[in-house]
Every structure is written in C-alpha cells, then in structure tokens.
C-alpha cells in the first residue's frame, strides 16, 4: 500500500513538473528578451537559441546532419524604430489603441482627415496616401512587402468622436535577406522504418515600434513548448516509432518555413505514419478542433474514441482541408497530417494582450495524454 502511494506521489510530481516547465518555456517566449520572435533585436533568434539548448538537455539527435538547424531565408517589412500616430494632437499608445498595417513603408506628417463612413477615414488632400479605419479589435500581422499607402486602424471604442487630423513618424526596416531557421531533432523509436512528426511554430509578430512587442502566447508558445514536452517525455520514454520534432519559423508571414522543408525535406515524408501539427493550445474550454479531421477519418476516429475512452477533452471538432498553419504543405505532399488547436477561453489573437500569465492550459495536458496515446495505436 505504501509503495502505491510512493508512485501516486511521484506521478503527481512529474505532472506538477511538466506543467512548471511549460510555464517557465511560454514566459521565456514571450520575455521581451524574445520581443515576439520577430525580426529585429535579434528576437527569434534567441527564441531558437533557446529552443535548441533544450533538445541538447533531451539528447535529441539532430536532424539535418549534424546540426538541429536549417537555415534559409525571407523578405520582411519591420519597424524597430519610431512607430508614432497623434489623433487630433493626442499622443496614442501603440497596440493598445492603434495598430500599423504591416506594409507601411517610413511616413512622416500630419493631414486633415475626411469622413468616408462610420469607420473609415482618408486625407482631404487626395495626393496624400493615408487612411484610417475604427475597429472592434486591433489585431496585428506580419508582412513580405512594403507600399506606400499608410493605413492605420485604431480601436473603436476609444475614439466616440469624429477625427479631425492625424499625425505620423513611422519607421520601416525593410528587409530583403532575413536569415531564420527551421529546427528539427528526432528520437528513434522501437519501429525506425515509420515516423511520427509533431511540429508547432516558433516563430511571431515581432515588435511595432521600440515600446510594442506581441509576445505570442498562446499563438504559438503553447504549441512549441508542448513540443519541447513530447521531446522530453519520448526521451525519457522510448516511443513505439521514430519521432520527429519540427519547430518552424516564418509561419506567421506565409507558412515558408514549413514549405521550405516540405520542398527540402530532411526526413523521407513517405515513411512519415502520421504528421500532428499544434498551435494555439492554451485553452480548451469548449475542446479542440482537429484540420483534416474530415478527411483521415480512420485516424480521427481512433483519436475520437481515445478521447472518449479515457475522458479527456470536453470535445473534438473535425474540418476538413486548410491552408491556415504548417500542416498544409505535408498535406498536399500526399503526408497524412492533423492540425490541432483548442477552442473556447480567452480570445486574445496576434494583440499585445497573449500574454503568459492570462493563458489558462485548461486542457494543455489532456491534449498532450490524448497525443501521445494516439501516436501508440497508430
């Protein structure tokens, strides 16, 4: 009876454990040292620093030879400098009540504003490319290119009276050779003839200005450090396949990343049994929802009755064929893939509000049970 108690309690140290570690690796991520793993500072490159350090703590292999790094590369636009915007000579707080569109190019002034509509606003003086436009949320992203125009959303319920002028001091950085990295490693498994590839996204916005970051949170620390989990757990516990751990920058600006690997593939993607790519793992409330769900039905079915089995998630929603996250290049290559994300709690998306301490894990460790259960009946 004792020694049943011994391993009651050494099981819920593990757990206490793996939900600390989760923790620690989401605020790193999302630190200002990492300042959204973008593009300037060096902010994704210390995410990646970071990443690799703990595949070496692991002991897991590398997987592009000898080194866990692929490197290629990328145009962006980015602002590491002054990101300014004055509304009727007010001074306003960037992400918080005005975003910048991401191909803004550098812009310097101030114009009169005419009402178009209830929400959108342009210069009086035609010859000048600026515009606004209210919105209920300020949701922010990540561009390729640069063009002139210079489009600015504020949020809506701080602005209940018409605009009159606006005023701006925007620098851009554009850059033609961004040089990121993929990261891969593996652990071999009893069966080393099929694969089991689980990816997430390490990569985010980045900053807007010296004073604004979008620290990425639940889009997509969750997913990454549920990943650095599974490498961890599978080190400790020698999978029933070869298990590969893909980490993925650029997805943010167009999945490039993901379809530089699928077109320079380190693995060979017709031994892959089964590809789960995660992102946006930091609630549950109302369950999760699996991409291609509609289309592997065998497998979904298998992970349904997992679930259902052992009880864990609230529900599993299935879709069928997206191109919304990193799955979608394996998908096309003929890989059978899922794409996995919870739903329900908070809703903070590509803002300066995904932070750590607001993202509750509700069925986190449910999501990573149910994971690896699946990976052991395939």
Not at 67 to 96: A, C, M, W
Request: glycine share 6%; with cysteine; aromatic share 12%.
């Amino acid at each position: 009876m004792r020694f049943i108690f011994l391993l009651l309690i050494a099981s819920l140290s593990v757990n206490a454990q793996d939900l600390e570690y989760t923790r620690s690796t989401i605020k790193f991520l999302t630190s200002k040292k990492c300042l959204g793993r973008g593009y300037v500072k060096n902010g994704q490159k210390h995410a990646a620093d970071f990443i690799v350090k703990e595949l070496e703590k692991s002991k897991a292999k590398p997987l592009f030879d000898a080194s866990y790094l692929q490197p290629y590369s990328h145009q962006v636009n980015t602002f590491p400098k002054k990101v300014e915007v004055k509304v009727d000579d007010k001074k306003l707080i960037p992400g918080r009540d005005f975003i910048i569109d991401p191909t803004c190019e550098s812009i310097k002034g101030k114009w009169e504003l005419e009402k178009k509509d209830s929400v959108n606003y342009v210069c009086k003086d035609k010859s000048k490319s600026c515009s606004v436009k209210l919105v209920k949320k300020l949701t922010h992203s990540v561009s390729l290119f640069h063009m002139k125009p210079a489009k600015i959303e504020l949020l809506r319920s701080r602005f209940p009276n018409d605009i009159k002028d606006i005023e701006l001091n925007i620098e851009s950085v554009y850059i033609e050779d961004f040089k990121t990295n993929n990261i891969g490693a593996y652990i071999e498994g009893q069966n080393n003839d099929s694969m089991i590839v689980l990816t997430a996204h390490y990569d985010h916005l980045g900053a807007m200005g010296k004073n604004c970051y979008f620290p990425g949170a639940n889009d997509n620390a969750s997913g990454t450090s549920m990943v650095l989990n599974f490498v961890k757990h599978y080190a400790a516990t020698k999978p029933k396949y070869k298990t590969v751990f893909i980490f993925f920058s650029g997805e943010e600006i167009g999945l490039l990343g993901s379809k530089y690997f699928s077109e320079h593939p380190a693995i060979d993607l017709k031994k892959v049994k089964f590809l789960i790519n995660l992102d946006l793992l930091g609630t549950g409330d109302d369950g999760m929802m699996v991409v291609n769900g509609a289309i592997f039905t065998k497998q979904f079915d298998l992970l349904d009755k997992i679930n259902k089995d052992k009880q864990l998630v609230k529900e599993i929603k299935k879709r069928g064929k997206a191109q919304n996250s990193d799955h979608y290049w394996f998908t096309e290559l003929g890989v059978p893939s899922f794409f996995i994300y919870t739903l329900g709690g908070v809703s903070f998306y590509h803002d300066i509000d995904d932070v750590e301490k607001t993202l509750p894990l509700t069925d986190y460790k449910d999501v990573f049970k149910l994971i690896v259960e699946f990976a052991s009946q395939l």
